[in-house]
């Protein structure tokens, strides 16, 4: 079976960390070598998103150039994870994707200019999901999740900034022209969530 790449999408909290290794697991219970994988990557440029994420670092001083540091990340994660793992016949969930950057930078510009900004930077590099899975979960609740967790808020974590992220998923999936993409309601268990996911790779021929 040609392996695949899933993303994961949707605003902090709507459940992507504990989807990406339930769904990675139940590949492997299908005996599907696969891997689960998360964006901003351990490479350099990973590292320095992380640092501004968490409030340690100063960011490049504009949105889109901080969007440009996602890209580039996406880059090293492409050459050093995923065209690895291709090659050698294994599925990649992605935690999360491109998807991620065009939602997040249309605070600030138009989708087209991040899909623009993917071709500049990525090129025919770029290795584009076979499926994107957007969780999607009303930012009150998400914001819920994060406070049982005791989770102070991250660089993008404001409710006015999660609405409109939600809400350019939401567009983004209606498209029709981002590749295969589904939309699931992340307010059900984790459990269900992972059988919704499940269905619809079904249902699209992926499993």
Not at 43 to 69: C, D, H, N, S
Not at 85 to 106: F, K
Not at 171 to 199: C, N, Y
Request: net charge negative; hydrophobic share 45%; with cysteine.
């Amino acid at each position: 079976m040609k392996p695949r790449l899933i993303a994961l999408e949707g605003i902090d909290y709507s459940g992507k960390s504990t989807l990406a290794p339930a769904l990675t697991g139940e590949l492997l219970n299908r005996r599907i070598n696969a891997i689960c994988t998360a964006e901003p990557s351990e490479g350099p440029f990973g590292q320095k998103i992380r640092a501004v994420l968490r409030g340690e670092a100063e960011g490049p001083g504009t949105e889109r150039a901080f969007q440009a540091w996602f890209v580039r990340d996406r880059l090293w994660h492409i050459n050093n994870l995923l065209c690895p793992a291709y090659a050698s016949g294994i599925w990649a969930v992605l935690d999360p994707y491109w998807l991620s950057t065009i939602a997040y930078g249309m605070l600030v510009s138009t989708a087209e200019d991040f899909i623009e900004l993917h071709r500049e930077i990525i090129g025919r590099r770029m290795m584009y999901p076979d499926i994107t899975i957007v969780l999607d979960l009303p930012v009150e609740e998400a914001l819920l999740r994060a406070k049982a967790r005791g989770v102070g808020p991250e660089y993008f974590e404001k409710p006015e900034l999660l609405e409109k992220v939600r809400q350019n998923y939401l567009a983004l999936a209606a498209r029709g022209d981002m590749g295969r993409v589904a939309v699931i309601d992340a307010s059900k268990s984790p459990v269900e969530v992972l059988a919704q996911t499940v269905r619809v790779l079904e249902a699209e021929g992926l499993l």
